[in-house]
């Protein structure tokens, strides 16, 4: 059975085609995305503590995949030295996306709203993650998005499935049931890197503003956004019904 999709053609059966890939291993799972969707697959990154695994674990199976990484203009010096060094290494097709307004501009016109609680950092992330994303998935034509998102991570991706779907396009999570120790042993197997800001005690990297190191005992994604947050809004849905949705399962 095929169960190919481009734009225009019928969905896929997600619940089947998630017992499917079950039983595959990550790899296999690319691969068959890879046969699935076609030219209609990018893979985000956000160049954070362990995005060479998807980097790596996807362009061997799929070289020249359009990387698309949202450049907010606030992350760390680490990050962009981090991701020039990732982009030559693994020849990557780097795709980089950014606000349609300057940090500075916002700054001037709307002050350092991330400071101001949960709804001042929705406000924030709107404009330098999620209007981008949707940018770039709309100018790409992209049909299927790779994402390294592991269930162990947070409450809202422990629910997740290998295959999904967010504002009308399919979500490929090929790591989703990895373990810290399994990312920890594929770097070593391919002689990969983590961020450089791993070896100060930053388990999950995003923005300077709203990332810090964390201390033992925390989960990898306690340093982000303040406490108040597990997710810059960029893998969950945006469209009112799959917010009330995701509302109604407690996510």
């Given at each position: 059975?095929?169960?190919?999709?481009?734009?225009?053609?019928?969905?896929?059966?997600?619940?089947?085609?998630?017992?499917?890939?079950?039983?595959?291993?990550?790899?296999?799972?690319?691969?068959?995305?890879?046969?699935?969707?076609?030219?209609?697959?990018?893979?985000?990154?956000?160049?954070?503590?362990?995005?060479?695994?998807?980097?790596?674990?996807?362009?061997?199976?799929?070289?020249?995949?359009?990387?698309?990484?949202?450049?907010?203009?606030?992350?760390?010096?680490?990050?962009?030295?981090?991701?020039?060094?990732?982009?030559?290494?693994?020849?990557?097709?780097?795709?980089?996306?950014?606000?349609?307004?300057?940090?500075?501009?916002?700054?001037?016109?709307?002050?350092?709203?991330?400071?101001?609680?949960?709804?001042?950092?929705?406000?924030?992330?709107?404009?330098?993650?999620?209007?981008?994303?949707?940018?770039?998935?709309?100018?790409?034509?992209?049909?299927?998005?790779?994402?390294?998102?592991?269930?162990?991570?947070?409450?809202?991706?422990?629910?997740?499935?290998?295959?999904?779907?967010?504002?009308?396009?399919?979500?490929?999570?090929?790591?989703?049931?990895?373990?810290?120790?399994?990312?920890?042993?594929?770097?070593?197997?391919?002689?990969?890197?983590?961020?450089?800001?791993?070896?100060?005690?930053?388990?999950?990297?995003?923005?300077?503003?709203?990332?810090r190191p964390i201390t033992a005992g925390e989960d990898e994604r306690a340093g982000r956004f303040g406490g108040l947050k597990q997710e810059c809004g960029i893998h969950l849905p945006s469209s009112a019904e799959?917010?009330?949705s995701r509302d109604a399962s407690g996510l």
């Amino acid at each position: 059975m095929s169960m190919t999709k481009t734009q225009g053609e019928a969905s896929l059966d997600v619940a089947a085609a998630n017992d499917h890939l079950e039983a595959l291993d990550a790899q296999e799972v690319v691969r068959w995305a890879h046969e699935t969707f076609g030219e209609g697959l990018i893979l985000s990154s956000s160049f954070g503590a362990q995005s060479a695994v998807m980097l790596h674990l996807v362009t061997r199976v799929v070289p020249g995949i359009p990387v698309v990484w949202i450049d907010t203009g606030y992350l760390f010096p680490e990050t962009y030295k981090f991701a020039a060094a990732l982009e030559e290494r693994l020849g990557l097709n780097l795709r980089v996306y950014q606000p349609e307004v300057t940090p500075a501009r916002f700054e001037a016109l709307h002050g350092r709203v991330w400071e101001s609680g949960g709804e001042g950092l929705d406000a924030y992330h709107r404009v330098f993650k999620v209007e981008p994303m949707q940018r770039a998935l709309r100018e790409l034509g992209a049909t299927a998005w790779f994402a390294g998102l592991r269930a162990e991570q947070s409450a809202s991706r422990s629910s997740l499935g290998t295959l999904g779907e967010q504002d009308g396009v399919y979500k490929v999570h090929p790591i989703l049931k990895w373990s810290t120790r399994q990312v920890h042993a594929y770097l070593k197997e391919h002689d990969l890197p983590y961020h450089p800001l791993v070896d100060q005690g930053y388990a999950s990297i995003g923005d300077v503003h709203s990332t810090r190191p964390i201390t033992a005992g925390e989960d990898e994604r306690a340093g982000r956004f303040g406490g108040l947050k597990q997710e810059c809004g960029i893998h969950l849905p945006s469209s009112a019904e799959e917010s009330a949705s995701r509302d109604a399962s407690g996510l």
